[in-house]
């Protein structure tokens, strides 16, 4: 029964593309009243941080996040095992350790027999077991679009806790996945992505960022972050923004999923990429010669996307072989943090 049903079919945007785009909700953002902001909370809604952080005494603090989204696959258990992936990503990127999980679920209970879902919730669960933590429970609705993510808890030091706007200028920016998660979406939906597609797909939206504990023990590593929605370039102009500085990126150094960039010089993109670009590309300098699928690589919204790290210079290698040590072969030094004279840019450039 699972084999002869298509998730994807039930939504109109997949994983991580399915954010609601970054300029209206930029707009209502500002509409929401500012709530009571305690001196415990490190962390809150002031920077578009991927969690936020409550201290409670000298050496634990709380690291708190949510994620869920529409399938981006059609196999269920790998619906599941991708969103929790992407959910436990925001506790790494603070630099915290999960310590558990509550699941959200949203399904279409008349079209979704019962084992189609409960095949969601076990993928979901295995990602779970694999970082240690258990599903403590949750909560479910009736809905016309299946959804399922995670409420995660994590631990952090307070001293340790890797917020998105402290980067520095000078320091270099380290990408720990390929880019193209959202290409492969685009192409799986049009029936065109293959086996080995796939594969590379879910090895990369299933691969767990818990280097990130790891990585904010290491020296000189002032901010994270993870790409998710709102590609490359609409992460790291968070960190910019947030850090008041501007950012260079060089093309040629930027890690790609080999399949993905075959398939954007042939034109295919998310619509999610255009949504990005429409919302920030003001903010960024684009070399006129570059080709249009590399613009649509760095707008694309990664689900489960790789951590990305601003660390001193001279820590650069160090974070790299550290990524690489964990897994990350394509872990890459991709540019640096600038100084920004006037509103923070990021310049994009090709040599």
Not at 10 to 35: D, E, N, V
Not at 206 to 224: F, I, K
Request: proline share 6%; with cysteine.
């Amino acid at each position: 029964m699972t084999d002869r049903i298509a998730l994807t079919s039930f939504s109109h945007g997949g994983g991580c593309g399915c954010k609601i785009a970054p300029g209206l909700l930029a707009q209502i953002l500002a509409r929401a009243p500012q709530g009571l902001v305690p001196p415990q909370l490190l962390v809150g809604t002031e920077t578009a941080d991927d969690a936020a952080v409550y201290q409670f005494n000298d050496t634990q603090a709380l690291v708190a996040t949510t994620d869920f989204f529409t399938p981006i696959v059609d196999d269920p258990f790998d619906f599941g095992r991708i969103a929790a992936t992407n959910a436990l990503s925001d506790i790494y990127a603070m630099g915290g350790t999960p310590i558990l999980a509550l699941a959200l679920v949203g399904m279409p209970i008349a079209q979704l027999p019962p084992e189609v879902i409960g095949r969601v919730l076990e993928g979901g669960a295995a990602v779970c077991r694999d970082a240690g933590i258990p599903i403590a429970g949750g909560h479910s609705i009736d809905v016309l679009e299946p959804i399922y993510g995670l409420v995660g808890l994590g631990l952090v030091h307070p001293d340790r806790v890797r917020r998105n706007s402290d980067a520095r200028a000078g320091d270099a920016l380290v990408l720990g996945k390929p880019l193209g998660v959202g290409i492969l979406s685009a192409a799986l939906k049009k029936g065109v992505l293959g086996d080995d597609g796939y594969a590379q797909m879910l090895r990369h939206t299933t691969q767990l960022n818990r280097v990130g504990s790891q990585l904010a023990q290491l020296e000189g590593v002032h901010a994270m972050t993870d790409v998710t929605g709102f590609g490359l370039a609409g992460h790291l102009l968070e960190m910019c923004r947030g850090a008041k500085l501007s950012a260079q990126v060089r093309l040629p150094d930027l890690p790609l999923i080999d399949i993905a960039a075959r398939f954007a010089e042939q034109g295919m993109a998310t619509g999610a990429s255009a949504r990005n670009w429409t919302g920030y590309g003001a903010e960024v300098d684009w070399p006129l010669d570059a080709p249009e699928w590399q613009r649509a690589i760095v707008s694309d919204p990664q689900t489960s996307g790789g951590l990305l790290v601003s660390c001193a210079a001279e820590s650069a290698d160090a974070v790299r072989a550290a990524f690489v040590d964990a897994g990350f072969e394509q872990a890459s030094i991709i540019g640096r943090m600038e100084e920004s004279a006037d509103t923070p840019r990021l310049r994009f450039v090709r040599d």
